[in-house]
């Protein structure tokens, strides 16, 4: 017999060297073993839409739709009661430092020392914010155990239940006095720096923007760090894992994987922060000492930021010119806390990591 000789085929059945169907046949791709696929014309028909759909859509529609309306009833409302007090104004608005209006027919008030103040005081806050809640959050969600983070995560979130004006009397009082020996030093050691000479209110008596900067920055702690927390949290396990596989340490591991994808919501959170101090009233009206002496340069100066002075003088508001005075300087608080805030989405909105 041949070697090439193989079994017969049986009539009717066809070679195939692959998937075969029933008799050998190779079945298409429009037929099934039951029989071929009958053409099913797409209908025209939409999804219904539930009634609970449609009210909770119109719910959230209007939610946000009112947020916008409100803010934008509120710029207007300022706008509208500043324009006639600007006009009466006798100095340049942008760029004077006097402030006078307790003659409503001889209005002279300039918001430049009041934008300085109030920009040194949060600068000084967010300098000081920032590391500590950059550290807290990589404790908690990196270095500490399970059970200690927990507790120790809701002990800094309290701080943002404690009052402005507890803040203020504990800065002044208690916080003041401990921080002049650091203030002395810095202004005899570094008093060659603008920032550090010396300023209208002694260090002693601790009511400086110095002072306020950092109860200021105690005031921030739970908002930069419970953001940044959640940030960090999210960060993906696999690149983690990945990490630890090719040998990193824990700081290889935070320095690669953790700071990387948390960076943007970080800087987010620090600038949410930054337009919390801005408008910090409070604390700040009951720290700063001499709000009627002009800003020099240093955080050893006293003052008065935007929030301050329309709180100090709002027992005087009796008059719709002088009252309108204090409503621009809070219509540029109004758009000064606006232009941090777009500045931190556009921060978040170019950063990759974060999405």
């Known amino acids: 017999m041949s070697e090439s000789s193989a079994t017969p085929t049986p009539a009717g059945a066809s070679v195939d060297s692959g998937n075969t169907g029933v008799g050998g046949r190779v079945p298409s791709a429009d037929t099934t073993p039951e029989g071929p696929i009958s053409a099913q014309p797409v209908t025209g028909n939409k999804t219904k839409v539930r009634p609970g759909d449609r009210i909770f859509r119109g719910l959230t529609t209007g939610s946000g739709v009112l947020v916008v309306v409100l803010i934008g009833l509120i710029g207007l409302f300022l706008l509208v009661q500043a324009i006639p007090s600007i006009g009466l104004d006798q100095v340049n608005f942008l760029t004077s430092r006097e402030w006078s209006t307790n003659d409503p027919a001889n209005l002279r008030f300039g918001i430049l020392d009041l934008l300085l103040v109030t920009v040194a005081t949060s600068v000084v806050a967010l300098v000081i914010a920032m590391p500590v809640s950059l550290g807290i959050a990589l404790f908690l969600t990196q270095y500490a155990p399970p059970k200690l983070a927990r507790p120790f995560a809701y002990a800094v979130d309290l701080l943002a239940a404690v009052p402005s004006i507890i803040f203020g009397l504990w800065g002044l009082y208690v916080l003041a006095p401990q921080l002049a020996p650091i203030a002395s030093w810095l202004n005899d050691t570094l008093g060659f720096i603008p920032i550090f000479a010396d300023g209208n209110v002694s260090s002693e008596i601790g009511g400086t923007i110095f002072t306020a900067g950092v109860v200021l920055g105690i005031m921030l702690l739970p908002i930069i760090t419970s953001l940044t927390r959640e940030v960090f949290q999210r960060t993906p396990v696999a690149q983690i894992e990945g990490a630890l596989a090719l040998g990193a340490t824990r700081w290889e591991v935070i320095r690669t994987t953790v700071l990387p994808f948390g960076k943007a919501g970080y800087i987010s959170a620090s600038m949410l922060g930054l337009g919390r101090a801005l408008g910090e009233t409070i604390a700040l ?71």
């Open 285 to 355: 009206t009951i720290i700063l000492l001499a709000p009627s002496t002009t800003f020099g340069g240093s955080i050893f100066d006293g003052g008065a930021t935007f929030a301050s002075k329309i709180a100090s003088a709002s027992s005087e508001f009796n008059d719709p010119r002088s009252v309108g005075a204090y409503i621009t300087a809070g219509l540029v608080l109004f758009l000064l806390t606006f232009l941090v805030n777009f500045a931190g989405r556009a921060i978040v909105s170019g950063k990759k990591e974060y999405r």
